[in-house]
């Protein structure tokens, strides 16, 4: 197996006139933890839009599991998101209209799995992630740190090759973040998912494994002593 799950070569991409990355170069190796951090405006989601096959850039190369990402069209791009990454966002973004379970089971559903399949392998996220009892309820009936809980079941239900996550816990108090974030990693390990985690938080970045810092659209490495300081 390659020692590279996951890289951005090089990356140009802007928005108009606004350039958000300018020479972005990053890889990640099968199973690693990487926190990308780096001030408001930075590049930092961006850069993981573009990893993520969600934004093409305008120049330099993306590369997946030795394929390139950023020559796939969308329906290409489309098929790899589901079928090889996970996505949790800052805001769960789950489907008001939908029961939790269908929340989970929703990727699965798209993936052309049928509802009572689809169905039966979300359950056990649920007793998973502290969730039991929770199946039924809509968004609106859950707390912030249960809805997240249940974004992050959505995320992994489909076995990821990559999981990314963007801000996971910045809608949530700092207590309820490292419960869903101890919950990410343990789930990450345990299924050696390779996660990249966009974060402006030194306290959720220390759960990564290596940490680079974007400014002014460019990557650079960050010493673990400097994450904390
Ligand atoms: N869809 C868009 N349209 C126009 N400009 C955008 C768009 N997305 C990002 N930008 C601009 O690109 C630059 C990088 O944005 P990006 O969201 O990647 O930064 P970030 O580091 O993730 O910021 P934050 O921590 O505030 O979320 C910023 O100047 C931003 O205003």
Sequence with gaps: MSDVMIEARDVMRSFGQTP????????VAPGEILAIMGPSGSGKSTLLHCLAGILVPDEGE??????????????????????????????????PELTAEENVALPLLLGGVR???????????????????????????????????????????????????????????????????????????EHGTTVVLVTHEARVAAYADRHVMVRD????????????S
């Excluded at 599991?65 to 079928?83: F, I, K, N, Y």
């Excluded at 992050?152 to 419960?179: H, I, Y």
């Excluded at 659209?217 to 904390?228: D, I, Q």
């Design 115 to 189: 509802r009572e399949a689809a169905l039966r392998q979300a359950r056990p996220w649920f007793g998973r992630l502290g969730l039991d009892g929770l199946e039924r309820r809509r968004s609106g009936e859950l707390s912030g740190g249960q809805a997240q809980r249940v974004a992050l079941a959505r995320g992994l239900v489909t076995s990821p090759k990559v999981l990314f996550a963007d801000e996971p816990t910045g809608s949530l108090d700092s207590l309820t973040g490292e419960q869903v974030m101890d919950q990410m990693v343990g789930a990450a390990r």
């Design 62 to 95: 993306i590369h997946f599991d030795g394929r390139r990402v950023d020559t796939l069209d969308e329906a290409g791009r489309s098929a790899l998101r589901r079928d090889s990454f996970g996505f949790v966002f800052q805001f769960g973004q789950l489907v």
């Design 20 to 27: 958000a990355l300018r020479g972005a170069t990053v890889a």
């Design 217 to 228: 659209g460019k990557v650079a490495a960050l010493a673990p002593e400097r994450v904390l």
